[in-house]
């Protein structure tokens, strides 16, 4: 599998599609980046859960002639809750549902910036089955915004000193509105599920930051089972195709 390009508003929009092997049906799970964007760290995330038996697309938000704006657009939209990003999300969710062997189900799946978006998309307008947001920056409207929404997982690092106490709120919101959920706190820091390997994600663990690989061991196999829970049985999912 590899990058792609299908139809969205603002025109064609680089996809990494992955699938498991076989005929499926497989659920699905569309990705959300984190603010570093399209990384090799993305086939990674892509693999594992090919492996788990989903079928994986990861649009990148920051695509266009000028990737600062499109940076910059993305961050607004996620802060103001609307705009163009959602709107790719939601080309990316509807052609993922279209492609051969894909099942009715589809969560997302965000890390950092993407899991702040993964919140936001757990919204019934949205249509999405399952969230599971990795260290995920919460709403200040966390509440409203979980109300009626889909089952949700959140991971979170004890010592992620960009986010304090980020995890709390969100598990306080979801509680308070009945939302099906799950929050789990890791021995690590912020972005512990991301492989980066750049000179920058060395500067960045000096700082208690970056990969840490117990504690993605352990949380893969937990977001895996709440979103089989949820989306459906991986009984006839294989290895990537």
Sequence with gaps: MGWTEIDAPRGRLPVWFETPAGEGPWP??????????????????????AEAGFAVAIPDLFHGPVRLACVV???????????R??????????????????????????????????????????GFDASSVNYGIVPPNVRAVVEGG????????????????????L????????VPHRRDTYPAGHSFLNTHTDPTARLMA???LGFHGPSADTARPRIVAFLHE???DPSDAGSPG
């Excluded at 607004?76 to 609307?82: D, I, L, R």
């Design 171 to 178: 598990e306080a919101a979801l509680k308070d509105a009945g």
């Design 206 to 208: 000096l700082t208690g």
């Design 28 to 49: 699905a799970v569309v990705v959300i980046h984190d603010a570093r964007g399209r990384l090799p760290d993305l086939e990674v995330q892509a693999r594992w859960l």
């Design 150 to 169: 889909c089952p949700m997982i959140a991971s979170y690092g004890e010592k992620d000193w960009m986010i304090p106490g980020q995890g709390r709120r």
């Design 230 to 232: 949820h989306l459906g």
């Design 85 to 126: 990003t959602f709107a790719d999300i939601a080309a990316v969710r509807t052609w993922l549902l279209a492609q051969p062997g894909v099942g009715a189900r589809v969560g997302v799946l965000g890390f950092c910036m993407g899991g702040g978006f993964a919140i936001l998309l757990s919204r019934p307008e949205h």
């Design 73 to 83: 657009q993305t961050l607004v939209a996620m802060v103001s809750q609307t705009g």
